[in-house]
């Protein structure tokens, strides 16, 4: 990671320390600083978009409780883009072109992420997605950050971690072959693991619509492979493992942070789903001051506990406060030249940025124990 050049500004605030470079005063014409969102509040991804507004609603709240930044209450505006590139498309025009929006949040899911940040490339509006994983996202436009590690990288983690921790030689590979997301953590972790030494004994594809995958699995079983690697959202998930125990697959299965929720939803039937892995951004057993007070705030809120969604969407709206806040600045060059030297305590580490705009923090690796989310282990982070 490139050394940055920092300028030397001490700040004390509730909501941590940044230190930026490039900064310019803010405009005082607006009576707030509006700051717009587009998160799946509808559609088939609405666990995840619901999970990750609700994480930057908390943060906006918090600042405005406190007196807001520059003096000015912080306007959160939120639109619901379905999971629909076209409906995202229209939400992102609707908030720049009408709603004057100086910065923006989201989106959850890759596909809305990547059709969003193109436009805010062309309209240079600083923009940080809290979940779009897709390895090219930030490439797009040197105003684009994101607060999530990317694809590649959690393959790779789950290779290191099946090789060393779980001692796999072999691994099938499920793979959801409409889906940038599961194609990515697929292809890096059969790169790494086979570096490793590891061999895979199958793959197997299915597609977005599937619901039946018991012909396919009969493949898997046969493989016999030490772990099945399942990168996918987790409402897909617990089908297919359901149905890859009930033929008898015993292998242990693991998977990227597109697992968060599955335990929630085979609820009914947790024994499909128990002894399984996958990475994640944070864990609630996390004791850090400010992972205990997010949860707390979060519960206090919205009656539920936050998910790592929630958590990323609370750090990335700090994060785009937070270079408004020490630039003294709603000029977009200046937002995006504070963001990229952010140096910041958060829900899901430290986080800092490389110069793909691609953070570096540490990762949980969690284990599915009586049903629960537990941590097993923090890796160092991804660099």
């Known amino acids: 990671m490139k050394t940055r050049k920092l300028l030397a500004i001490a700040l004390v605030a509730m909501m941590g320390t940044l230190s930026f470079v490039g900064c310019q005063k803010a405009d005082a014409s607006s009576d707030t600083i509006k700051i717009g969102g587009s998160f799946d509040l509808t559609g088939e991804a609405a666990q995840y978009g619901i999970a990750t507004s609700n994480g930057v609603k908390l943060a906006i709240d918090e600042y405005n409780a406190n007196g807001g930044v520059l003096g000015k209450q912080i306007e959160f505006i939120l639109e619901d883009n379905k999971a629909s590139q076209v409906d995202a498309t229209n939400a992102f025009k609707k908030l720049v072109d009408n709603n004057k929006v100086i910065g923006f949040i989201g989106s959850d899911i890759s596909s809305t992420t990547e059709t969003i940040a193109n436009l805010a490339a062309e309209k240079n509006i ?60 697929a292809e890096a972790f059969e790169a790494a693991f086979t570096a490793e030494g590891g061999t895979v004994v199958e793959k197997v594809n299915y597609g977005k619509n599937d619901v039946d995958f018991k012909p396919i699995l009969a493949n898997i079983k046969n493989a016999n492979a030490d772990v099945v690697v399942i990168p996918d959202y987790y409402e897909t998930i617990a089908t297919l493992i359901t149905q890859a125990r009930e033929i008898g697959i015993t292998s242990t299965c693991i998977g990227g942070d597109g697992w968060d929720g599955v335990t929630e939803k085979t609820v009914n039937n947790p024994e499909v789903v128990e002894g399984s892995y996958f990475v994640n951004h944070y864990t609630v057993e996390d004791d850090a001051v400010i992972v205990q007070d997010f949860i707390s705030n979060y519960k206090a809120t919205y009656d539920a506990e936050p998910n790592a969604f929630a ?26 030249a504070a963001m990229q030297n952010t140096s910041l305590d958060c829900v899901t580490g430290h986080i800092t940025f490389d110069e793909n705009r691609n953070p570096v923090k540490s990762v949980s690796v969690i284990e599915i124990k009586e049903g629960q989310n537990t941590l097993y282990k923090k890796l160092d982070a991804v660099k």
Request: proline share 5%.
């Open 126 to 185: 600083p923009m940080i997605t809290p979940t779009g994983t897709k390895l090219g996202i930030t490439t797009i436009g040197p105003n684009i950050f994101r607060a999530c590690y990317v694809d590649p990288a959690q393959g790779e983690l789950l290779a290191k971690f099946a090789t060393e921790d779980l001692k796999a030689q072999t691994a099938a590979i499920m793979i959801n072959s409409e889906q940038d997301y599961s194609t990515g953590i």
């Open 311 to 336: 958590a990323l969407g609370y750090d990335a709206a700090k994060i785009l406060i937070e270079a408004i806040k020490t630039c003294e600045s709603t000029e977009a060059d200046a937002i995006t």
